[in-house]
């Protein structure tokens, strides 16, 4: 059961264009949303989130873009840079018993590569 | 280096091994979490720890798998009887108490069964 589903596995871009990295959740219960970037060897690192009672954040060339009725979110990159490929992944929480919690759930991430 | 330390980075183990797998967290941060990725996949959830305290082990195996975060030292993530599927990286990642907010990841224990 795939609550946060990332369709595309790859994704090709040249330098300066935008990139478009979209996830869909189906979890109802979500109300954070995050996205984290990956490179080979490493662990995840965190690159922006938003809160549910949110529709858009911002940060440098980084926005994050949220449609709750559509349980659709985006990440866009922009102007995209050869160094930006990396995996990406959109992760999910929930509060539950009246609290927050940092159980994130994560996509399958998408590769992106950045073409000089 | 302040951020979540892992070790070992690799470990090889053959069937019927144990592994063991540590953490320790980032100053501070009191609250483990340890993922899953197997090839090819995203992370999976496996348990959320706080010292001396199992909080949530819904993504545990039943059996097999344990964790710990004792009073002193680092968290621990051990794989009795290991079988070739077992093979991933295993991360783990820190928070401070509780809130909606990002984890801090560690660069992973890459396991191997042969």
Same mark, same amino acid.
């Given at each position: 059961?795939?609550?946060?589903?990332?369709?595309?596995?790859?994704?090709?871009?040249?330098?300066?264009?935008?990139?478009?990295?979209?996830?869909?959740?189906?979890n109802s219960m979500f109300d954070y949303f995050l996205w984290y970037k990956k490179y080979p060897a490493e662990g995840p690192t965190f690159l922006i989130s938003i809160s549910?009672?949110?529709?858009?954040?911002?940060?440098?060339?980084?926005?994050?873009?949220?449609?709750?009725?559509?349980?659709?979110?985006? %990440?866009?990159?922009?102007?995209?840079?050869?160094?930006?490929? #990396?995996?990406?992944?959109? #992760?999910?929480?929930?509060?539950?018993?009246?609290? #927050?919690?940092?159980?994130?759930?994560?996509?399958?991430?998408? %590769? %992106? #590569?950045?073409?000089? | 280096?302040? @951020?979540?330390?892992?070790? $070992?980075?690799?470990?090889? +183990?053959?069937?019927?091994? =144990?592994?063991?797998?540590?953490?320790?967290?980032?100053?501070?941060h009191s609250h483990v979490y340890w993922y899953r990725q197997l090839p090819e996949e995203g992370l999976?959830?496996?348990?959320? !720890?706080?010292?001396?305290?199992?909080?949530? =082990?819904?993504?545990? $195996?039943?059996? +097999?798998?344990?964790?710990?975060?004792?009073?002193?030292?680092?968290?621990?993530?051990?794989?009795?009887?290991?079988?070739?599927?077992?093979?991933?990286?295993?991360?783990?990642?820190?928070?401070?108490?509780?809130?909606?907010?990002? !984890?801090?990841?560690?660069? @992973?224990? +890459?396991?191997?069964?042969?």
């Open positions: 059961d795939q609550q946060v589903k990332q369709n595309s596995p790859s994704l090709s871009v040249q330098e300066g264009r935008i990139s478009i990295l979209n996830c869909d959740y189906t549910s009672i949110k529709d858009k954040n911002e940060d440098g060339r980084f926005t994050v873009f949220l449609n709750k009725s559509a349980k659709h979110l985006s %990440l866009h990159i922009v102007p995209s840079q050869p160094g930006d490929s #990396a995996v990406y992944f959109c #992760a999910a929480s929930e509060t539950w018993g009246g609290g #927050a919690t940092n159980k994130l759930i994560f996509g399958t991430g998408t %590769l %992106l #590569a950045v073409q000089p | 280096n302040a @951020g979540v330390m892992q070790n $070992p980075r690799h470990l090889v +183990r053959r069937r019927g091994q =144990e592994a063991r797998l540590r953490c320790s967290p980032m100053k501070g999976k959830f496996m348990v959320y !720890l706080q010292k001396e305290n199992i909080i949530d =082990e819904s993504g545990m $195996p039943k059996e +097999r798998f344990s964790a710990e975060f004792p009073k002193e030292g680092p968290s621990i993530l051990r794989i009795q009887q290991v079988v070739r599927g077992d093979s991933a990286a295993y991360f783990c990642a820190s928070s401070p108490p509780p809130r909606t907010g990002e !984890l801090f990841f560690g660069e @992973g224990s +890459r396991l191997t069964v042969l």
